[in-house]
């Protein structure tokens, strides 16, 4: 509570007596009253003497069991709304991932709410009912009754026992509740054998608390409301649509997400690996073929692993069958996209085949590759060097930009490079071969060692992609269309 709730409270109480005393409270007892007056024997006056006294201890004691019980009342009232506004599920969070203040107050209601949260819901009901209950009668002593007690007991219930103790609890309940959990333990011991046995119905007719339990609809709904431009404290666009799409995958089959088959690049058993079909091979860029029967389409034994052909020589013309096929998982197009990927961490494909009739005999239906559920994994399209469209099943292709310098035949090269192999050896350890595509100038430092600063044309030995540079062993790429500068070493 804050620090000016006892002395507004002592200052209320006072004022209350002075202001609204009636003829029968102790302030305006009259001396003819027995019942206020004090019996002295006095010998002098040869009798029984009746003296006015009033009881100003028992007015005192009463005025501060007033304001203990309006503390108390504000006590159990702020504890009900904070203690029982708590979620379970919130606080696991914050023990697990809050500041160390707030993990050490939420392990502390934690353990005091482990006891039953019906059970110390009704131990401060039961307390707060006892409070509100006691105060009115002692504000009738006080005032011999009327609408004065009345009053005034409605008003220390409303403001100074619930107004104020549930509007402070409602923004600081977690440090209250925790501060507060040895006390209300006590009193749920002390009250026992009555709050207990009504927290045992509570719990058979209500169920016990489990906290929150989200759907993925609402698991959704709530990450979405963390979305923030502030990196730092919420969630960006980006992380809010994966963590969508991530609760979505169980939920999403393959065939949503697969490649149709019409739209596969596949090869027959028969068909020839000559230097058209390895081109076409390396044009679509595919590390994966699927291989079908030539009699039937949708009739697939396996798939070609292309990595298989980096030692391949093309002149040797062998058909299909004469390689080592991967097998070719085939599942239903109901699975769901979790599933696949579960198996596809397995490592024993990262290509399956959807298929009407898995295990049997055709009813391809198409494909679907680890990065087809990585793509549903994040939510976005995933394009690499290779990828021709953006969507296959809509059609959009891949716009790219052309290289400024394009070879048309490498292997052109290589062999000019092989050819002047032997050029270069007879030139000095200190030569290089120089690829130069678009025949530019070279620039050639080719003076003694005396004179090393000093750079000027020189005649290298020409060839159609290349040049031999004598006793150059650096290169550095001055100009943007391959004009090379060298520098002689020492």
């Given at each position: 509570m804050r620090r000016g709730f006892v002395p507004t409270l002592l200052w209320f109480n006072w004022a209350s007596l002075l202001v609204c005393p009636t003829y029968e409270s102790p302030f305006m007892t009259p001396p003819n009253e027995s019942h206020d007056l004090a019996t002295i024997d006095n010998p002098a006056n040869n009798g029984n003497v009746m003296l006015y006294t009033p009881q100003w201890t028992v007015y005192i004691f009463t005025l501060v069991s007033i304001c203990v019980l309006v503390l108390l009342g504000a006590i159990f009232a702020g504890l009900t709304l904070g203690l029982m506004g708590l979620d379970l599920t919130n606080l696991q969070v914050i023990k697990a991932s809050g500041t160390p203040e707030e993990q050490y107050n939420a392990d502390k209601v934690l353990r005091l709410?482990?006891?039953?949260?019906?059970?110390?819901?009704?131990?401060?009901l039961l307390s707060n009912v006892v409070v509100n209950e006691t105060l009115p009668i002692l504000l009738d002593s006080l005032f011999g009754g009327g609408w004065q007690a009345i009053l005034i007991s409605t008003v220390l219930i409303v403001i100074f026992g619930e107004v104020i103790p549930q509007s402070v609890c409602v923004r600081y309940g977690l440090s209250i509740g925790a501060k507060c959990s040895k006390l209300v333990l006590v009193l749920m011991y002390v009250m026992w054998p009555l709050a207990y046995p009504i927290a045992l119905l509570l719990d058979y007719f209500l169920g016990k608390s489990h906290g929150t339990v989200y759907k993925k609809a609402g698991l959704k709904t709530l990450v979405s409301l963390h979305r923030s431009e502030n990196?730092?404290?919420?969630l960006t666009e980006d992380e809010v649509h994966i963590i969508g799409s991530v609760l979505d995958l169980r939920d999403k089959p393959v065939s949503k997400v697969m490649t149709p088959i019409q739209d596969v690049f596949t090869l027959t058993m028969d068909d020839i690996l000559d230097k058209e079909t390895v081109d076409k091979?390396?044009?679509?860029?595919?590390s994966r073929i699927p291989i079908c029967a030539p009699e039937d389409q949708s009739n697939f034994f396996g798939m070609l692993l292309v990595k298989q052909l980096i030692t391949y020589d093309v002149e040797d013309a062998l058909p299909v069958r004469c390689f080592n096929l991967g097998i070719l998982p085939e599942t239903s197009?109901?699975?769901?996209?979790?599933?696949?990927?579960?198996?596809?961490q397995e490592g024993k494909s990262h290509l399956a085949l959807l298929s009407s009739n898995p295990g049997g005999v055709g009813g391809a239906l198409g494909v679907i590759t680890l990065e087809d559920v990585i793509e549903e994994l994040i939510g976005e399209e995933i394009i690499d060097e290779t990828d021709i469209y953006i969507d296959v099943h809509k059609k959009v292709k891949v716009i790219r930009r052309q290289p400024k310098t394009y070879v048309s035949n490498i292997h052109s090269i290589l062999k000019l490079v092989r050819s002047t192999s032997s050029v270069q050896s007879q030139s000095g350890q200190g030569n290089k071969l120089v690829i130069h595509p678009n025949q530019n100038?070279?620039?050639t430092s080719c003076s003694s060692?005396?004179?090393?600063?000093?750079?000027?044309?020189?005649?290298?030995?020409?060839?159609?992609?290349?040049?031999?540079?004598?006793?150059?062993?650096e290169i550095m790429n001055q100009q943007q269309r391959a004009s090379f500068y060298i520098s002689q070493s020492t």
């Amino acid at each position: 509570m804050r620090r000016g709730f006892v002395p507004t409270l002592l200052w209320f109480n006072w004022a209350s007596l002075l202001v609204c005393p009636t003829y029968e409270s102790p302030f305006m007892t009259p001396p003819n009253e027995s019942h206020d007056l004090a019996t002295i024997d006095n010998p002098a006056n040869n009798g029984n003497v009746m003296l006015y006294t009033p009881q100003w201890t028992v007015y005192i004691f009463t005025l501060v069991s007033i304001c203990v019980l309006v503390l108390l009342g504000a006590i159990f009232a702020g504890l009900t709304l904070g203690l029982m506004g708590l979620d379970l599920t919130n606080l696991q969070v914050i023990k697990a991932s809050g500041t160390p203040e707030e993990q050490y107050n939420a392990d502390k209601v934690l353990r005091l709410l482990a006891h039953g949260k019906h059970w110390v819901l009704v131990t401060l009901l039961l307390s707060n009912v006892v409070v509100n209950e006691t105060l009115p009668i002692l504000l009738d002593s006080l005032f011999g009754g009327g609408w004065q007690a009345i009053l005034i007991s409605t008003v220390l219930i409303v403001i100074f026992g619930e107004v104020i103790p549930q509007s402070v609890c409602v923004r600081y309940g977690l440090s209250i509740g925790a501060k507060c959990s040895k006390l209300v333990l006590v009193l749920m011991y002390v009250m026992w054998p009555l709050a207990y046995p009504i927290a045992l119905l509570l719990d058979y007719f209500l169920g016990k608390s489990h906290g929150t339990v989200y759907k993925k609809a609402g698991l959704k709904t709530l990450v979405s409301l963390h979305r923030s431009e502030n990196a730092t404290d919420g969630l960006t666009e980006d992380e809010v649509h994966i963590i969508g799409s991530v609760l979505d995958l169980r939920d999403k089959p393959v065939s949503k997400v697969m490649t149709p088959i019409q739209d596969v690049f596949t090869l027959t058993m028969d068909d020839i690996l000559d230097k058209e079909t390895v081109d076409k091979i390396l044009f679509h860029g595919y590390s994966r073929i699927p291989i079908c029967a030539p009699e039937d389409q949708s009739n697939f034994f396996g798939m070609l692993l292309v990595k298989q052909l980096i030692t391949y020589d093309v002149e040797d013309a062998l058909p299909v069958r004469c390689f080592n096929l991967g097998i070719l998982p085939e599942t239903s197009p109901d699975t769901s996209c979790l599933d696949i990927l579960n198996f596809f961490q397995e490592g024993k494909s990262h290509l399956a085949l959807l298929s009407s009739n898995p295990g049997g005999v055709g009813g391809a239906l198409g494909v679907i590759t680890l990065e087809d559920v990585i793509e549903e994994l994040i939510g976005e399209e995933i394009i690499d060097e290779t990828d021709i469209y953006i969507d296959v099943h809509k059609k959009v292709k891949v716009i790219r930009r052309q290289p400024k310098t394009y070879v048309s035949n490498i292997h052109s090269i290589l062999k000019l490079v092989r050819s002047t192999s032997s050029v270069q050896s007879q030139s000095g350890q200190g030569n290089k071969l120089v690829i130069h595509p678009n025949q530019n100038s070279l620039l050639t430092s080719c003076s003694s060692h005396d004179d090393q600063s000093q750079y000027h044309k020189s005649s290298p030995l020409d060839c159609s992609y290349g040049a031999i540079v004598p006793n150059a062993s650096e290169i550095m790429n001055q100009q943007q269309r391959a004009s090379f500068y060298i520098s002689q070493s020492t």
